[in-house]
C-alpha cells in the first residue's frame, strides 16, 4: 500500500509517500516540507492570507518532488491523504481541494486527515507502538493530553485553558525582543541564564484537574521585565532560564497526574508509552524532563525524531495507510468541508478561553 500524503493547515506546505512493504512494515518514501517561516518572521507570527497564497504557490511543486523522490507515479498510489483539519482555513482549502481534484482525476480513494491524527500516530510509524498509549501533544497551537485507544478513538484527558505552551515561548521570546518563532531563542537564551533569580509562578499545582494554563506565567515575565527594564544580556538569560524551568516543572506535575491515570486504568498494559508530539517536543529541558518523569509513573517516553514531530506530510499519509488498513475510509470524502476546528474527542467539552490561535496543531 502506498499513500501520497499533503499537509497545508498552517505554514509548512509539505508532501510525502508513505508505503507499507510487503510485511507491512512503515516506509517513508520521500518526505517533502517547504517551511514559510521566512516569510512570515518580518510580521512575529503566521500571517493566514500569506500563508495560503504561499501554499498555492509551492503546493503543485512540492507534491512532484515527494513523487519523484519517491520513484512512483500519481497512478501508482493507492489513495490521497491530505488535511482536512484543524487549521487555518485558507492553507486547508489549498491542499484538500488539490487532493480532490487529484484523486478525481486519478480515481484513487481521497482520504481527509484531522492533523491531530496525524500527530497521535506518528508513534506508530516510527516505532510501532500499540494502542493503547498517551500523546503528549505541545506544538504553537495545541497543548493537549490524548487517550489514544485506537485509530479513530480518541478520549481528550487535558488541554490548555488559555495559550499553548508553544505560543507562550512565542509570547515570552517577542517580549524580550527574541526573534521568531521564539521557542528556540527562548530555549539557547535559558542556557545561558540563572535560573533562580526570577520566581514565576508554577500554573495550576496540586490542582486535581489534568489541564494546562500558560497566560499567568507569560503575565509574570511580562511585569518582571518591564520591573527591571532595560534589559541587560544577562537578565533576558535569567528570565528566559526561569520561565524554562517553571515550565519543566510544571509540565512534570501536570502531566504527572495524566501518567498516574493511565497507569491506573490500564495496569495491563506492557510497555506503557507516552508519545510526544509538536514543535515544543524539540526543546531539549522538556525532552530531559519527560525522560525523566516517565520511569517514575513506570512508562517509557516515545519520542519521534524532530523532523516527524513538527509538521509534515508523512503523518498525513500515514494516517491515511492507518484509516484505509482499519476500514476507515469515508464513502463521500469529495464532499467533505475543511474544518478550521476539529477536535480529535469530539465528545470533549470546549474548554472556556481556549483556542484563540487554536487553529494549528
Ligand atoms: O508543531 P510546530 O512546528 O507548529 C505548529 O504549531 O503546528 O510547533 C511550533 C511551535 C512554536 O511555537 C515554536 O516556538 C515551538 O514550537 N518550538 C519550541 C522549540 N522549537 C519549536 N518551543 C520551545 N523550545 C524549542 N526548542
Ligand atoms: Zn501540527
Known amino acids: 500500500m502506498r499513500i501520497l500524503g499533503i499537509e497545508t493547515s498552517c505554514d509548512e506546505t509539505a508532501a510525502a509517500v508513505v508505503a507499507l512493504d510487503d510485511a507491512g512494515a512503515p516506509q517513508i518514501l520521500s518526505n517533502v516540507v517547504f517551511s514559510q517561516i521566512e516569510e512570515h518572521t518580518a510580521f512575529g507570527g503566521v500571517v493566514p492570507e500569506i500563508a495560503a497564497r504561499a501554499h498555492v504557490e509551492a503546493l503543485d511543486g512540492i507534491i512532484e518532488a515527494a513523487l519523484s523522490e519517491a520513484g512512483v507515479e ?8 491530505a488535511t482536512a483539519g484543524p487549521g487555518l482555513i485558507g492553507g486547508l482549502i489549498v491542499g484538500l481541494m488539490t487532493a480532490k481534484a487529484m484523486a478525481a482525476a486519478s480515481g484513487k480513494p481521497l482520504l481527509p486527515v484531522n492533523h491531530l491524527e496525524g500527530h ?3 508513534a506508530r510509524l516510527t516505532d510501532d507502538v500499540a494502542f493503547p498509549y498517551l500523546l503528549l501533544l505541545v506544538s504553537g497551537g495545541h497543548t493537549q493530553v490524548i487517550l489514544v485507544r485506537g485509530v479513530g478513538d480518541y478520549q481528550r484527558w487535558a488541554s490548555t485553558i488559555d495559550d499553548a505552551l508553544g505560543e507562550a515561548f512565542d509570547k515570552t521570546a517577542k517580549l524580550l525582543g527574541l526573534p521568531y518563532p521564539g521557542g528556540p531563542n527562548v530555549e539557547r537564551q535559558a542556557a545561558l541564564g540563572d ?6 509562578p508554577r500554573p495550576l499545582r496540586g490542582e486535581d484537574r489534568l489541564d494546562f494554563s500558560f497566560s499567568g506565567l507569560k503575565t509574570a515575565v511580562r511585569q518582571t521585565a518591564s520591573a527591571i527594564a532595560p534589559l541587560s544580556d544577562t537578565d533576558i538569560a535569567d528570565i528566559c532560564a526561569g520561565f524554562q524551568r517553571a515550565i519543566t516543572e510544571t509540565l512534570a506535575e501536570r502531566v504527572g497526574r495524566s501518567l498516574e491515570k493511565f497507569r491506573t486504568l490500564y495496569p495491563q498494559v506492557e510497555r506503557p508509552a507516552l508519545v510526544v508530539a509538536g514543535g515544543v517536543a ?8 519527560l ?20 509538521d509534515n506530510a508523512a503523518m498525513i499519509a500515514w494516517a491515511g495507510i492507518e484509516r484505509m488498513r482499519a476500514g476507515l475510509e469515508s464513502a463521500d470524502a469529495q464532499s467533505f468541508a475543511p474544518r478550521s476546528r476539529w477536535p480529535l474527542d469530539e465528545d470533549a467539552a470546549p474548554i472556556i478561553g481556549s483556542g484563540k490561535r487554536g487553529a494549528k496543531a
Open 282 to 289: 524539540a526543546n531539549k529541558a522538556i525532552r530531559a524532563t
Open 195 to 200: 535560573a533562580k533569580r526570577f520566581a514565576f
Open 74 to 81: 500519481l497512478s501508482q498510489v493507492d489513495g490521497i491523504a
Open 120 to 122: 497521535a500516530l506518528t
Open 291 to 310: 525522560d525523566e518523569l516517565c520511569p517514575r509513573h513506570e512508562m517509557r517516553l516515545v519520542a519521534p525524531p524532530i523532523a516527524l514531530c513538527t
